[in-house]
């Protein structure tokens, strides 16, 4: 399944923002991840949610924070960032892998499919 992150920006610390994955198909067989890669540094898992939207599962640092939610009738995954810090500041990229239900994944190479990431930016 192609996907495509969109949402991200400048923002200041303390502000909200939220990322959307759009999939050219049906994204309902499917787990989505968020992960994000700071200059420098690993990519690192933000937030998982199952095919239904039933389990969800957050990086520590997030907990919170950050929201995922998906609606499958739009093929879409959002991830509701709240109280943005300047550490949160990365590429955000949303990945997929077909599944059974109520399973999520927390490693990037548990993922099939990727889409191009979007920059977000947090000023302190």
């Known amino acids: 399944v192609q996907l495509q992150a969109s949402g991200g920006g400048l923002v200041q610390a303390g502000d909200s923002l939220k990322l959307s994955c759009t999939a050219a198909g049906i994204l309902s067989n499917y787990a989505i991840g968020w992960f994000r890669q700071a200059p420098g540094k690993d990519r690192q898992f933000v937030a998982t949610i199952s095919r239904a939207g039933t389990r969800t599962y957050y990086e520590n640092s997030v907990k919170g924070r950050f929201t995922i939610s998906r609606d499958n009738a739009k093929n879409t995954v959002d991830l509701q960032m709240h109280n943005l810090k300047p550490e949160d500041t990365a590429v955000y990229s949303c990945?997929?892998?077909?599944?059974?239900?109520?399973?999520?994944?927390?490693?990037?190479?548990?993922?099939?499919?990727w889409g191009q990431g979007t920059l977000v930016t947090v000023s302190s």
């Open positions: 990945a997929a892998r077909w599944t059974v239900t109520g399973v999520y994944y927390t490693r990037d190479d548990d993922y099939t499919d």
